[in-house]
T-cell receptor
């Protein structure tokens, strides 16, 4: 089946640091999505990417849709404590799945440095 | 503008009982999706429905699971004769009619089978 490899699995952040995470796939996607999930809640959409090469920002977040359509990265600049949570990438489309059949990565867990 | 509403938030069932999970999509959204999430995992697609129609059920287990989205009322995910392995968080998402529009998720129903 389709799989997304998301890395890193976890990372510790100190306030003010920049953070970077990425997703790769063996399949191409029409759309890449980045979600954040806080404990006990559902995923919240952060950024949607629709075109290969597209670079999109949402406040301190920046994401890119890879040229090959098989990868995407998410950067968070000047992190703050409320950035803590689990970030998921998701791919949509082209592999034969319906529009609602998103393939999710396993998540990158952001925690505060002790 | 209310988001995707799911209830109950928590559901405890004994093995062999039935579980019924409800989802009301965002206003104006006619596409509903159900996903399952195990601890420390990403979300896995189960089923995609439009009003009165199942569009894609490729992620649904073949037995005991069913879903509907009637003309009136919420979408229902029904699990008959639950087993311990059904314990998970079940998330509903919705989208408007535009193809490849991003999915917006509810806060989920946490099912525990004892």
């Amino acid at each position: 089946g389709q799989q997304l490899n998301q890395s890193p699995q976890s990372m510790f952040i100190q306030e003010g640091e920049d953070v970077s995470m990425n997703c790769t796939s063996s399949s191409i996607f029409n759309t890449w999505l980045w979600y954040k999930q806080d404990p006990g809640e559902g995923p919240v959409l952060l950024i949607a990417l629709y075109k290969a090469g597209e670079l999109t920002s949402n406040g301190r977040l920046t994401a890119q849709f890879g040229i090959t359509r098989k990868d995407s990265f998410l950067n968070i600049s000047a992190s703050i404590p409320s950035d803590v949570g689990i970030y998921f990438c998701a791919g949509q489309g082209t592999y034969g799945g319906s529009q609602g059949n998103l393939i999710f990565g396993k998540g990158t867990k952001l925690s505060v440095k002790p | 503008n209310a988001g995707v509403m799911q209830n109950p938030r928590h559901l405890v069932r004994r093995r062999g009982q039935e579980a019924r999970l409800r989802c009301s999509p965002m206003k104006g959204h006619s596409h509903v999706y159900w996903y399952r999430q195990l601890p420390e995992e990403g979300l896995k697609f189960m089923v995609y429905l439009q009003k009165e129609n199942i569009i894609d059920e490729s992620g649904m287990p073949k037995e005991r699971f069913s879903a509907e989205f009637p003309k009136e009322g919420p979408s229902i995910l029904r699990i008959q004769q639950v087993v311990r392995g059904d314990s998970a968080a079940y998330f509903c998402a919705s989208s408007p009619t535009v193809k490849n529009s991003p999915l917006h998720f509810g806060n989920g129903t946490r099912l525990t089978v004892t």
